[in-house]
């Protein structure tokens, strides 16, 4: 799958990963072949991998304080999530963090909760073909995976 692909079926998420736009986006790529379903998965992980860097995992919640009023940190999986809302809001907001991280900054708010964009690849292929896909893809997405992007915690 091409990345123009790619980015053509994040733009029917409409900028945000909600439960019901994904499920949409699951059944427009289950009609689709299974390499296609495989490339779509494998350039979603790749997005979320090239995120994956300090310079944004560090940045605070956007719209919360600790009890005494310091900036509250992202989780992991709240790091990830917020990953997954930028790619969601789509081609432009994602190429556009890359170049002020402020941009980034927005999405880390509770308001964004980009999780259902993670099922996607794995609804679409049981769609497809009934089973269940124990998938693994190029790029691993998790938190801290990209060395590259936490210079920190290369060994």
């Not at 990830?80 to 556009?96: M, N, P």
């Not at 991280?101 to 964009?117: C, H, N, Q, R």
Request: glycine fraction near 8%; aromatic fraction near 14%.
């Amino acid at each position: 799958m091409t990345w123009a692909d790619f980015w053509a079926l994040i733009d029917t998420l409409n900028g945000e990963a909600t439960q019901a736009s994904c499920q949409r986006l699951a059944e427009e790529l289950s009609r689709r072949s299974i390499p296609d379903i495989i490339g779509f998965a494998e350039r979603h992980a790749e997005a979320l991998h090239r995120l994956d860097q300090e310079k944004f995992g560090t940045i605070p919640v956007a719209d919360l304080t600790g009890r005494d009023g310091t900036p509250f940190p992202q989780s992991a999986d709240h790091f990830l999530y917020t990953r997954c809302a930028v790619v969601a809001a789509g081609q432009a907001v994602w190429e556009g963090v890359f170049f002020s991280v402020d941009k980034f900054a927005p999405y880390t708010s509770t308001e964004y909760d980009g999780e259902w964009l993670l099922y996607v690849p794995d609804q679409a292929y049981e769609l497809a073909t009934g089973e269940e896909w124990g998938r693994s893809t190029r790029y691993c997405f998790e938190t801290f995976s990209n060395k590259d992007g936490w210079p920190l915690l290369r060994n």
